[in-house]
Nanobody, 112 residues
Framework: QVEFVESGGGLVQPGGSLRLSCTAFGSTVDRDPLGWFRQAPGKEREGVACISGVDGSTGYGDSVKGRFTISRDNVKNAWYLQMNSLQLEDTAVYYC?????WGKGTLVTVSS
């Protein structure tokens, strides 16, 4: 059983930045691929970013490429999502994910 502590969500104006954090407890995730997903109101959950547990390579959804950056800290058993140039369409609940386990989500609202 893996549990998570997620943080960093909130209200931000368009063009602003937020940094999401996710720390896993109950299992060491240093060798696992880690991910961030999001679900906007009325839409399906979609993948945002992922990072390999082998070589640290990353992947991003087309809508966030060049604006979001995923990173990990294996010492802290944590991973992060730096979100820059936020847009109205980025409003969603963001979930961290590892090995079949989901965080409870943190709400990001982009609004003027």
């Amino acid at each position: 059983q893996v549990e998570f502590v997620e943080s960093g969500g909130g209200l931000v104006q368009p063009g602003g930045s937020l940094r999401l954090s996710c720390t896993a407890f109950g299992s060491t995730v240093d060798r696992d691929p880690l991910g961030w997903f999001r679900q906007a109101p009325g839409k399906e959950r979609e993948g945002v970013a992922c990072i390999s547990g082998v070589d640290g390579s990353t992947g991003y959804g087309d809508s966030v490429k060049g604006r979001f950056t995923i990173s990990r800290d294996n010492v802290k058993n944590a991973w992060y999502l730096q979100m820059n140039s936020l847009q109205l369409e980025d409003t969603a609940v963001y979930y961290c994910y590892v090995a079949g386990y989901w965080g409870k989500g943190t709400l990001v609202t982009v609004s003027s």
